[in-house]
Each structure stands twice: as C-alpha cells, then as structure tokens.
C-alpha cells in the first residue's frame, strides 16, 4: 500500500524547534519530489515547501523561509521539516505530500498530517 | 489572503451540477496546470484533478476540470450529500517560485 506517515509534532513554546518526520511507504520515494503543506485552524492550505527527488532543488514559502529547513533520505524513504524560531501563526497540521510530476504543482498522496502547536 | 481566489461557498440541490471558480494570474494559473483537492472534516486533502483536467485512478467522471486563460474551473456533476466538503485549487507560482492554493470554497448539498 501506497503510503505516508508523519510524527513528531507536540506543543512547542515560541521560538522553540521542533523536527517533524515522513516516512514513505508502498512506491519509490527515491523518484519522486516531495512537499510539505500545512494547515491552521478554521483556516485553508498552505504550501510550505518543496524537496526534488535528488534535493537538488528546494524551495520554501516566504513565510518560513529562513526558518524551516526541508530535508530527505532517500535511503531511509524519509522526508524531514526542521522547524525553528517557531511562531504561534506556525500552528497548525502539517501533511506531507508526494508530487505527481515534478513541478511542485499537484499533490496525490497525503499523509494523516500531524499536529504542531506553538504557544506559551 | 489567499493568491488564487475562490468563492467561499456553493451550495446546490441533490441531482445538480455546480461548478467552483479559481482565479489567479499569468504567474501562477497562466503558465502552470492546476489541480483540485476535496477536504473532508478529519481527513487528509484527495486529489480530485491535476494537469487542468486529468482525474487520477478512482475519481469519478462526476468531477472535471478546465482552464481558459488566468482561471480554472471545478465541475461536479449529479451531486451527492457525501460531495459535502472544502475545495481547494493549486498550483505553481512562477513568480513567487512557490507552491499556491485558493482560499478554499465550502461546497453545501442541498
């Protein structure tokens, strides 16, 4: 079965870190590009940031931008997010999600998503 | 505020067609292909369409896609109360060099 699951979320202070996981399942991670989309409470999505197949190329949303750091193992068919200098707008769930193509453009398989919360 | 826009809500009857609208610009829609995600509460985003108008494996021909120019458009056809969900455009922004959505749009059956 084709799949992705993420950890490490929890309650993190602000300006505090914390790593989040993705471990993939079921395909060859190795030959796809991979994302990372959250979204906060009663709100929509939000891209957050995209990995190539080979990390050759990432990109971030210029709201984590300096602060969050994508990440992958293709050996181990794991995705990473470090987060740091966390804020309380980072609140929210965060899915990891396989690209389609190749273009950052469409998203078929999603993880459960997990939750980040950033207060004091 | 959201770079794609989207209406907030539709609502149509059982049976019925409705269609959610997704605007952007030449940056984003008019030089990229679009795709569509359903959100139920409590579950993970489901690609419905990707490359404007392609449905992956196990989506219904209930739901297409099209593009003309800076927009997108989302049909659904013979709608069903399990239809109830958020909807969300997407794609890539070549200006921003990052990923986009629509502010999402809150589909009620009737």
């Known amino acids: 079965e084709v799949q992705l699951v993420e950890s490490g979320g929890g309650l993190v202070q602000p300006g505090g870190s914390l790593r989040l996981s993705c471990a993939a399942s079921g395909f060859s991670f190795s030959s796809y590009s991979m994302n990372w989309v959250r979204q906060a409470p009663g709100k929509g999505l939000e891209w957050v940031s995209y990995i190539a197949s080979s990390s050759n190329i990432i990109h971030y949303a210029h709201s984590v931008k300096g602060r969050f750091t994508i990440a992958r193992d293709n050996a181990k068919n794991s995705l990473y997010l470090h987060m740091n200098s966390l804020r309380d707008v980072d609140t929210a769930v965060y899915y990891c999600?396989?690209?389609?193509?190749?273009?950052?453009?469409?998203?078929?398989?999603w993880g459960q998503g997990t939750m980040v919360t950033v207060s004091s | 505020q959201s770079v794609l826009t989207q209406p907030p809500s539709v609502s149509a009857a059982p049976g019925q067609k409705v269609t959610i609208s997704c605007s952007g610009s030449t940056s984003n829609i008019g030089n990229n292909y679009v795709s569509w995600y359903q959100l139920l509460p409590g579950t993970a985003p489901k690609l419905l369409i990707h490359d404007n108008n392609k449905r992956p494996s196990g989506i219904p021909d209930r739901f297409s896609g099209s593009k003309s120019g800076t927009s997108a458009t989302l049909g659904i056809t013979g709608l069903q109360t399990g239809d109830e969900a958020d909807y969300y455009c997407g794609t890539w922004d070549g200006s921003l060099s990052a990923g986009v959505f629509g502010g999402g749009t809150k589909l009620t059956v009737l």
């Open positions: 999600a396989r690209d389609i193509q190749t273009r950052g453009d469409a998203f078929d398989i």
